[in-house]
Nanobody
Framework: VQLQASGGGLVQAGGSLRLSCAAS????????MGWFRQAPGKEREFVAV????????YYADSVKGRFTISRDNAKNTVYLQMNSLKSEDTAVYYC??????????????WGQGTQVTVSS
């Protein structure tokens, strides 16, 4: 499985961005796809995940109510709509896939990062 992320950029605080992650290869019905992020000098942290079958979602508390993860099964693509962006959302965002996602999102595959910069 290869993951190709896109959609990052520079935005003012309060603005919006949408990230996309296209997967090539087989995505199993048991899979979960999601996003992590890593800010300068910090560890990589979980952002959101969506279950490929059924579409249930889970978010980090820091983005709940502002970010929305969704998927297009036909296109093998997952999206992250980010609204009300804050300076602390500045990070490199990575998409990831866990082929046998149960309760703990533990990716088997990672995409390249895409930079999101929020100016205050």
């Amino acid at each position: 499985v290869q993951l190709q992320a896109s959609g990052g950029g520079l935005v003012q605080a309060g603005g919006s961005l949408r990230l996309s992650c296209a997967a090539s290869g087989r995505i199993f019905v048991s899979s979960g796809m999601g996003w992590f992020r890593q800010a300068p000098g910090k560890e990589r942290e979980f952002v959101a995940v969506i279950r490929w079958s059924g579409g249930s979602t889970y978010y980090a508390d820091s983005v709940k109510g502002r970010f929305t993860i969704s998927r297009d099964n036909a296109k093998n693509t997952v999206y992250l709509q980010m609204n009300s962006l804050k300076s602390e959302d500045t990070a490199v965002y990575y998409c990831a896939a866990d082929l046998y996602y149960r309760s703990n999102f533990d990716p088997d595959y990672w995409g390249q990062g895409t930079q999101v910069t929020v100016s205050s």
